[in-house]
C-alpha cells in the first residue's frame, strides 16, 4: 500500500520543510479579540497618562484646592499634607504609584467630599445610565420610523424631513431643554420641573438627549436605506412581487444596520457631555451633576475618575458594535 505525504514546503531561506511542520494560524475570532483587548488597553492607557498630564499642567497647589482658599494652615501642615499625599516625589514616581492605583481599580480620593472617587462615581452612575440609555433607544425609534418613512420617496418628502433633522442637529442641548421645560413644565404642567423620581422625570430630559441624536441617526440610515434599495438584490425582489416595505424591512435595514449601529455606538459614548448640561437643566442626579461640580471645585481626581470612566464607556461599545456588526455583516467578522 502506497502512502501520500504532504508536499513540501519552502521556507524564505529556500529550505523545505513538511506542510505538516507549519504551524496552525490562530482562528479568526481569536486574532479579532486579542487585537481588540490590545487597542482596548492602549485607549486606556493613553486616557489615563493624559489625564495625568492634564493634573500635572493644572496651575496651583493641588493642597491649597484640598485646603480651600479660606483655610489659614501653617506652612509644616501643608508639607506633612504634601508629604502624605505624595506630591513631595519625583513626576515619574508619582505617575508610577498613579497607574499603580488604577490597576488596582482605586481612583483616589475626592478633595472636597474626602470620598473614594469610585464611590461617588457608582453612587450617581444609575441615573446617568438610565437616561443615556432612554435617550439612546428613543433617538434609534426616531431615526428608524422617519428614515424607513421617507427613504426613496418624493424629494419634496425627503426635504421637509432632513429640515427637522437639520434643525434637531443644530439646536443646543441646554437651549432646547429650556424650551421643552419651559413649554411642558411651567405652562402646561405635564412633567416634573426637577427631580429623578418616577418616569415622567425622565421624559423630558431624554428627548432633549434624543432629538439632536436621531437626526444624525436619520440622516445615517435613510443614505443606507436609498443606496441598498438600489442594490442588484432589491430591484430583483420588488421584481418578484415584494412590496417596497417588505424589501426595506427583510433586506434592505439589515444592509444598513451596521453603519447605524457603528454611529449609535459613537454617539453614545460621547453622551456624557451632553448628560452634563441636561442634568443641570433639569436638575437631575447623575455623573454629569458630579463632574460639573467637580470642575467648578476644582476637585481634579473627580474629573480624572470620570475621564477614565468615559474611556471605558468607549471601549466597551466599540468592541460590542464590533461584534454586532459581525453578526449583521459575517463578512465584517474576519477584519
Known amino acids: 500500500m502506497t502512502t501520500h505525504q504532504a508536499p513540501p514546503v519552502a521556507d524564505r531561506a529556500g529550505a523545505v520543510e513538511p506542510a505538516a511542520a507549519r504551524p496552525p494560524r490562530l482562528p479568526a475570532l481569536l486574532r479579532a479579540g486579542l487585537r481588540r483587548l490590545v487597542g482596548a488597553l492602549a485607549v486606556l492607557f493613553g486616557a489615563a497618562t493624559l489625564a495625568f498630564a492634564a493634573l500635572q499642567l493644572i496651575p496651583g497647589d493641588p493642597v491649597a484646592t484640598l485646603l480651600g482658599p479660606a483655610t489659614t494652615t501653617p506652612p509644616e501642615v501643608r508639607e506633612a499634607i504634601r508629604h502624605d499625599l505624595g506630591y513631595d516625589q519625583p513626576v515619574v ?43 439612546v433607544l428613543l433617538a434609534l425609534l426616531i431615526a428608524v420610523l422617519s428614515a424607513v418613512a421617507t427613504a ?35 405652562q402646561l404642567r405635564l412633567f416634573p420641573v426637577a427631580g429623578a423620581d418616577g418616569v415622567a422625570a425622565l421624559v423630558l430630559p431624554a428627548v ?12 445615517v440610515l435613510r443614505e443606507g436605506l436609498e443606496a441598498a434599495l438600489g442594490q442588484p438584490f432589491a430591484v430583483t425582489a420588488r421584481a418578484r412581487g415584494l412590496s417596497r416595505a417588505g424589501v426595506v424591512l427583510r433586506h434592505a435595514l439589515r444592509h444598513a444596520a451596521v453603519p447605524l449601529m457603528t454611529l449609535t455606538g459613537w454617539l453614545t459614548g460621547s453622551l456624557l457631555g451632553g448628560t452634563v448640561l441636561v442634568e443641570s437643566v433639569f436638575g437631575r442626579p447623575g455623573v454629569g451633576s458630579l463632574v460639573l461640580a467637580a470642575v467648578n471645585s476644582r476637585d481634579v481626581p473627580v474629573v480624572i475618575g470620570v475621564v477614565l470612566l468615559s474611556a471605558l464607556v468607549f471601549v466597551v461599545i466599540s468592541t460590542a458594535v464590533d461584534l454586532l456588526a459581525g453578526v449583521l455583516d459575517p463578512r465584517l467578522g474576519n477584519r
Open 152 to 186: 426613496g420617496r418624493r424629494p419634496a418628502l425627503k426635504a421637509l424631513t432632513g429640515a427637522w433633522e437639520l434643525v434637531a442637529v443644530s439646536t443646543p442641548s441646554y437651549w432646547l431643554g429650556l424650551v421643552l421645560l419651559t413649554v411642558f413644565s411651567f
Open 93 to 135: 514616581v508619582q505617575y508610577l504609584h498613579y497607574l499603580g492605583g488604577l490597576l488596582r481599580a482605586d481612583l483616589g480620593q475626592s478633595y472636597q467630599l474626602q470620598r473614594p472617587v469610585s464611590d461617588l462615581i457608582a453612587e450617581q452612575l444609575g441615573p446617568t445610565a438610565q437616561l443615556a440609555l432612554t435617550a
Open 208 to 219: 432633549t438627549l434624543a432629538l439632536p441624536l436621531a437626526g444624525t441617526l436619520a440622516q
